[in-house]
């Protein structure tokens, strides 16, 4: 289902991370989030030992569109001016 938000693009990337400049979300009512899954991702991680290992993280995909070109009957909610996001669950 889609979820109608706001918004204007106020953010930076700071050790690869988006990180938001000041509190003013309008822009995001204009845009609608779309649910894309979850997904159980393996990656590599530094031991406390210094030995790698692997460590599996759960993640939420989600889908942020322009609410006038998203469509509930579409899996992926819209093909341009989108931004795909990924969320650690914990």
């Known amino acids: 289902k ?5 918004a204007t693009p106020a953010a930076k990337k700071t050790n690869g991370q988006r990180l938001l400049e000041d509190d003013d979300l309008s822009y995001l009512s204009s845009y609608s989030l779309k649910y894309q899954g979850c997904n159980s991702i393996a990656q590599w991680s530094g031991g406390d030992d210094g030995g790698a290992k692997v460590v599996t993280k759960n993640v939420a995909r989600l ?3 322009p609410s006038d070109y998203c469509s509930e009957d579409v899996d992926d909610g819209c093909s341009d001016g989108y931004g795909d ?4 669950l914990g």
């Open 2 to 6: 889609n979820i109608l938000l706001s």
């Open 85 to 88: 996001y990924v969320i650690d």
């Open 63 to 65: 889908r942020l569109c």
